[in-house]
C-alpha cells in the first residue's frame, strides 16, 4: 500500500496543471471521505438502506 504523501501526489498529479487550490484540496477532500468509508466497510461498520431512510425521516422531523 502507499504511503500517505504517495497518495496525495498521485491525487494532485491527476488533476489539470491548471487546477485551484480549492479543486486540490476538494479532491484531497473526497479522496479521505473515499477511504474512510471502505475502512469503515471493512470493518463492518454500515447501516442498512433501511435504518438510513429511518435517520433521514427522523431529521426531517
Request: charged letters at 35%; proline letters at 2%; a negative charge.
Amino acid at each position: 500500500m502507499s504511503s500517505v504523501k504517495e497518495k496525495m501526489t498521485e491525487v494532485i498529479q491527476s488533476l489539470p496543471e491548471d487546477a485551484s487550490y480549492e479543486e486540490i484540496m476538494r479532491e484531497l477532500a473526497f479522496e479521505r471521505m473515499v477511504q474512510r468509508g471502505l475502512e469503515d466497510a471493512r470493518k463492518g461498520r454500515v447501516i442498512s438502506n433501511e435504518e438510513m431512510g429511518q435517520r433521514i425521516k427522523a431529521w426531517q422531523s
